[in-house]
């Protein structure tokens, strides 16, 4: 970025705002549908628009033929307002507000049920209009070797799941459209039993659903200096593609019936398409430990607080800057441990600017309202600089308190 439009920016928009990226939102998307469809060619990706529920980003994928992962009416509610087809949104989560799940299962939507209190809820819904056709899914729970005991969805060997089976093979307009699973563990070893237990678990019940929906969990592109800070390989888009893809070639590819593989990823998509620019307030040193304090805080790029430093760019912006040696970048919050980067090396100076990257998940929708209302999102992009989202307002945060 050249100074002269940092600058620029800096007077619109503040000292702090996020960059979205779209060009590289698209090109993602495009190269992680090629790379499974390359090998199982009924694929398609629902976006988890939890990760990052820009509409901007969210309009994209329904153009590229995505579907809408939710997992909740507030999310359900982005997906219409963009003009998502329903059929093509799927709401899964522990927890559903039953009057959402009866509208969108009454707009043609799919519904992953995650828990035993759902059947109940589901049986009642499928009664009251037992003229409509509804279509469900069941999220399922297995072991994959990843060391994790997931909470969520039917344990494949439990008398729950056997009970939902039942509900929706004795229920006439219950029609099972899909199994879906998904584990947050992110390394490619153990993709393939999610693919290959999804599969027993399938023929085990002699089930041929419409989707099969392996979730999200995979790791996006990302700088070396990042990929160095993780204790597990970081595979691209391919290695996992041709990790499950064959698969499913191989138990559907001479069956008439292919049933529509699906994944879920979040942050594989959206990582690497956002950068947050901070402005250096101050520097100074505490018993020799130089510090500089950011108009930024952790919990504007990783909320989750994983300790990784992310990608850093730091932009001169005049002033005579000095060498440094293990400073750290702290956050305008009054938590001690708000640190946005540590150990960086390199030259600094009040006023200059901090750009980090790969922000693009789990970032703005987990940002809490604390202390400051969150910053501007824009977009730079060949037609000029677009705003995505404004900076938030005191009034934005505060008109649901009674003053
Ligand atoms: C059901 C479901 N699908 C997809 C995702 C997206 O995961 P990721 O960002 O790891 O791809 C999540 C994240 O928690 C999830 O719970």
């Known amino acids: 970025m050249e100074k002269a439009l940092l600058t620029k920016l800096i007077e619109k928009y503040g000292d702090a705002f996020y960059i979205l990226d779209t ?5 993602n998307f495009s190269e992680l ?7 199982y060619a009924n694929f398609g990706i629902a976006y988890s628009y939890k990760t990052n529920y820009t509409p901007k980003l969210c309009k994209i994928v329904d153009e590229m033929g995505g579907y809408a992962e939710v997992v909740s009416d507030m999310e359900e509610e982005i997906a219409l307002r963009i003009g998502v087809d329903p059929r093509k949104i799927i709401w899964n989560g522990p927890y559903k507000n039953y ?55 039917f344990d494949v060997d439990s008398p729950e799941l056997q009970a939902v089976l039942r509900l929706v093979k004795e229920t006439e307009n219950l029609h099972l459209i899909g199994i879906q699973c998904h584990f947050a563990t992110r390394r490619l070893e153990t993709w393939k039993p999610r693919a ?23 790791f996006g592109k990302m700088a070396d200096s990042l990929k160095e800070q993780f204790d597990s390989y970081i595979p691209a888009y391919d290695e ?22 699906l994944i879920e990823p979040g942050s594989a998509l959206v990582g690497d398409c956002m950068k947050f620019a ?6 100074k040193a505490v018993r020799g430990k130089p510090i500089a304090t950011l108009l930024g805080s952790v919990y504007n790029i990783n909320p989750t607080l994983n300790k990784k430093n992310p990608p850093i760019e730091i932009y001169s912006m005049g002033r ?10 702290g956050g305008f919050t009054c938590i ?22 790969n922000v693009g998940s789990y970032s703005v929708v987990l940002k809490p309202p604390f202390i400051l209302p969150n910053f501007p999102i824009i977009e730079i992009t060949d037609k000029g600089v677009e705003l995505v989202k404004r900076g938030e307002t005191f009034d934005d945060l505060f008109h649901t308190f009674v003053f």
Do not use: W
């Open 23 to 27: 060009r590289q939102f698209r090109e």
């Open 33 to 39: 549908k090629k790379a499974f469809s390359d090998i």
């Open 99 to 153: 009057d959402g799940v009866e509208d969108l299962l009454l707009r043609g939507g799919t519904v992953n049920l995650d828990s035993s209190y759902e059947i109940d809820k589901i049986a009642e819904i499928a009664k009251k209009h037992s003229n409509k056709m509804l279509n469900v899914g069941i999220r399922i729970n297995f072991e994959i070797g990843d060391g994790v005991v997931s909470r969520f969805g």
């Open 196 to 218: 290959e237990r999804m599969i027993e678990f399938l023929d085990k019940y002699a089930i041929v659903p419409e989707h099969i929906d392996l979730g999200g969990g995979l």
């Open 240 to 261: 996992y593609a041709r990790v499950v893809a064959p698969v499913f070639a191989s138990r559907y590819g001479n069956c008439t019936e292919k049933p529509l593989l």
């Open 278 to 283: 901070a402005k250096v307030i101050n520097i």
């Open 320 to 329: 005579p800057q000095e060498q440094y040696h293990d400073l750290d970048f």
């Open 336 to 357: 001690e441990s708000d640190y946005l980067y540590r150990h960086y090396y390199g030259e600094l100076a009040q006023g200059d600017v901090a750009v980090f990257g």
